[in-house]
């Protein structure tokens, strides 16, 4: 029994280190790449340190444009997702109905939609209403698309806060929005940072959306502006694009620094209806 187990815990670590590399290595050749003069497909030490990679993608066209108009679209659908999630969530979480659960599957069911099988009405729709190659119209969409699910979270960690803490607040003379906002929200904020995270997530990395929503080039976000870095013929500049995926990552990576304490901080109300 022993060895089985040793023989089990062995292939259990192969296993995990074989996972970990498969992950580790695309995101070593990202950062080797972006400093080497010669970068190529393969993960490889540079002969030399360089940062004419930077200096190439650094410009308003390739990089600074890009990334703002990623920053404009993703944090403006991020914040859009986040309120209207959260009023969304609060009558699922503290109103009992015969429509919740239903309503609920429907939400979740919607989160298996493939994007690309709605994104041929949407454009006619979108022609139609003249918000085609419009930024708020993306804005739109985008936080209509990851509603559903933001809602789904954000019910799940609404119905940790004792409700006790709102009925004394309503005993105080605050409304239902009121102590939604200085009550609910407060105690949730890991609940609020993990929607945050995942929605800003989901929408940066999106390359579908913007490209069929937005048609004039000074609009487009840095998820599909990278694509120019693929040439023609088969050519394609492998250290500036590493060095440009080193700053077209650093955005998220800010963002999670930010609310990390808060994502891993709980809800710790135990005692706060007690006495």
Not at 122 to 143: E, M, S
Not at 212 to 223: F, G, V, W
Not at 249 to 266: K, N
Request: net charge positive.
């Amino acid at each position: 029994m022993p060895r089985k187990r040793a023989s089990r815990k062995l292939a259990a670590d192969v296993s995990l280190l074989a996972a970990a590399a498969a992950f580790a290595l695309p995101l070593a050749w990202v950062l080797l790449s972006s400093v080497d003069p010669h970068a190529g497909l393969r993960v490889r030490v540079p002969d030399g340190l360089t940062l004419a990679n930077f200096d190439a993608v650094l410009t308003p066209d390739i990089t600074y444009t890009p990334l703002l108009n990623s920053l404009l679209l993703c944090g403006g659908a991020t914040a859009l997702t986040v309120a209207c999630a959260a009023l969304a969530a609060y009558p699922l979480s503290r109103f009992r109905s015969r429509l919740n659960r239903p309503f609920l599957l429907s939400i979740l069911f919607a989160t298996s939609l493939p994007i690309t099988a709605i994104m041929v009405p949407v454009y006619a729709l979108f022609v139609r209403v003249n918000l085609i190659d419009t930024l708020q119209g993306t804005i739109l969409f985008f936080a209509a698309s990851q509603l559903p699910f933001a809602i789904w979270l954000m019910k799940n960690f609404m119905d940790g806060v004792p409700r006790e803490l709102e009925e004394a607040a309503w005993t105080d003379g605050a409304s239902s929005l009121q102590s939604l906002v200085r009550i609910v929200l407060p105690l949730m904020g890991p609940g609020v940072a993990v929607v945050t995270v995942f929605s800003f997530v989901m929408m940066w990395g999106n390359f579908f959306v913007p490209f069929m929503l937005l048609l004039t080039p000074d609009r487009m976000p840095a998820s599909v502006s990278i694509n120019d870095f693929f040439g023609n013929r088969g050519m394609v500049a492998y250290g500036q694009l590493a060095a440009f995926s080193v700053i077209y990552s650093t955005p998220v990576i800010l963002l999670y620094v930010l609310v990390a304490r808060r994502l891993g901080g709980g809800f710790a109300l135990g005692g706060a209806v007690k006495g």
